[in-house]
């Protein structure tokens, strides 16, 4: 259980990355793509809560 979590978080984690740097939010008006950071860590958050199965 606990491999699957860290491999659901770090694919999150790449995936949200990924979406930040092809799409972005280029004017910034949209909190949650226009900072690589904190895409990044919503991502590892709904990668953790998809292989919990929350």
């Keep these: 259980m606990t491999y ?3 491999l659901a978080a770090i694919v999150g ?3 949200s990355f ?3 740097k092809l799409v972005g939010c280029k004017s910034g008006g949209c909190p949650i793509m226009a900072n690589p950071y904190v895409s ?3 991502g590892v958050a ?3 809560m998809v292989a919990m199965g929350r």
């Design 40 to 42: 990044t860590l919503w």
């Design 13 to 15: 984690g790449l995936a």
């Design 46 to 48: 709904i990668g953790v």
């Design 4 to 6: 699957k979590v860290i």
């Design 18 to 20: 990924g979406c930040h």
